[in-house]
C-alpha cells in the first residue's frame, strides 16, 4: 500500500498556474464555478445553488484529504514576474478517488468556460499526471467522462490515456441515466 502525505499540501506550478489548496476564501469562486451550466454540463452533478453549498463541497475537499481519499487542487493564474497566484480560482483539477493498496488514482478536472481552449487543462493535467506517478507512486491513472464530452476526451488522449470501457447508463444523476467512458494511464517508467 502506499503511503502518502499531504502535511503540508502540496502546491503545484507550472509555466502559468498554480494548483494549490482550496479554503473558505475560495468560496465565491467555486460557487461561480460550479453554479456554471457550461462548466457542469458534463460533469453529472447539480448546479450548486449557493455560496453555503460551494463552501462545503470546498470542506468535503479538505475531509477527503486528512482521511486520505482524495486531492483536489485549486487552478489559478500566476503573475510570470512575482511567481505568485493572481488570486482567482479558475477550475480545480485532482485525484478524487484514490485506491492506494493498488496505486490506482481517478483524475477529475474542470475549468470556468472564460478559460477554455487556451491550453490550462492540458498544462494542468499535465502536471498532476507527473505528481501522481513521480511523487504519489501511482501506477494507473483513470478517467470517467460522458460520451458526450469531446474536449475531455480530446486531451484525454492527447495525454496518452487510452479507453478501456463505454458502460451504458452506469450512473443515475439529475433524474436521468448516464453513460460512462471509462480512460486509463499507466507509469510506463515503472
Known sequence: MLF?????????ETGRLLLHCMSEGHT???FRLRSN??????IGKPLLASENEARDLIDAYNRNLKE????TWGISL?????RKSEGALIGTIGFHKMDLYN???EIGYMIHPDHWAKGI???????????GFKDMHFHSIEAKISPENDASRKILLKHGFEKEAYFKESFYENGRFLDTEIYSLLDKTA
Not at 37 to 42: E, G
Not at 68 to 71: N, S
Not at 123 to 131: L, T, V
Request: no cysteine; aromatic share 10%.
Open 4 to 12: 502518502v502525505n499531504f502535511d503540508p499540501f502540496p502546491s503545484l
Open 121 to 131: 487543462m492540458s498544462e494542468a493535467i499535465k502536471r498532476i499526471i507527473d505528481y
Open 78 to 82: 500566476m503573475d510570470m514576474e512575482t
Open 28 to 30: 465565491p469562486d467555486m
Open 103 to 105: 496505486h490506482r488514482a
Open 37 to 42: 451550466p457550461l462548466a457542469m454540463q458534463y
Open 68 to 71: 486520505k481519499i482524495g486531492i
